[in-house]
């Protein structure tokens, strides 16, 4: 079946724009879990959802961040003011509960 | 900080030689997950073992788990050079399903 898919694969923006990154997990996984890792670096947890459980947002790194997963399915990660830090790799993934997670391919985010 | 910390950082290795990882961690889990990171992809999934578990084997890869230790490591025999790449330990924890990885060691299997 299909697997993890995220978009925009790449984007590029200027300092102070708001973006949004879109994750489409597998089908019928009740978890979801957004990352982002910087160049040379290792993942960084930012949020995750649990079915309709109120979402774990403990690793956002400021309340520039925020995400949405409607229905249960898609989840948007949106980067609001964005400054040339947030600039790196976010990866979306999805899991059943408390299984292996399935990673997308990432969103490379530049912030110039 | 990370729950999860892999060490060492970077390993350099002859192919054909084996290589060893280990990852800490600082709670109780549910299980313990090693994925691989070829440089500007995405990650791949390489084996879950659970907290009932003590080893687990899939292919050239041997994985153990000492809960008392809170300590996992990834064994590679026989490596390639497409083995090279960054491994990271995942943990799933028991209070709740946040997975937390730590900075990954950086494999270089020279040919």
């Known amino acids: 079946g299909a697997g993890v898919s995220q978009s925009p694969s790449n984007k590029v923006t200027e300092k102070g724009k708001d973006v949004e990154l879109r994750c489409d997990p597998i089908s019928g996984h009740t978890a979801l879990y957004w990352y982002r890792q910087s160049l040379g670096q290792g993942l960084e947890f930012l949020i995750y959802?649990?079915?309709?459980?109120?979402?774990?947002k403990s690793g956002l790194p400021s309340d520039r961040f925020s995400a949405e997963r409607t229905g249960g399915s898609v989840s948007t990660l949106t980067i609001q003011r964005t400054q040339q830090e947030d600039s790196a790799v976010y990866l979306c993934?999805?899991?059943?509960?408390?299984?292996?997670?399935?990673f997308g391919p990432g969103t490379r985010l530049t912030v110039l | 900080s990370q729950q999860g910390e892999e060490d060492p950082q970077a390993l350099s290795i002859q192919e054909g030689e084996n290589a060893t990882m280990n990852c800490s961690y600082k709670?109780?889990?549910?299980?313990l997950q090693w994925y691989r990171q070829n440089s500007g992809r995405g990650l791949v999934h390489l084996i879950l073992i659970r907290s009932n578990e003590r080893e687990k084997h899939s292919g050239r890869l041997r994985v153990t788990l000492d809960t008392s230790k809170k300590s996992s490591s990834l064994l590679i025999t026989a490596s390639r050079a497409a083995d090279t790449a960054s491994y990271f330990c995942?943990?799933?924890?028991?209070?709740?399903?946040?997975?937390?990885f730590g900075a990954g060691t950086r494999l270089f299997v020279k040919a």
């Open positions: 993934a999805s899991s059943s509960l408390g299984d292996t997670q399935y």
């Open positions: 959802f649990q079915g309709n459980s109120a979402p774990d």
């Open positions: 995942v943990t799933s924890n028991t209070g709740g399903f946040k997975t937390i």
């Open positions: 709670t109780s889990i549910n299980n």
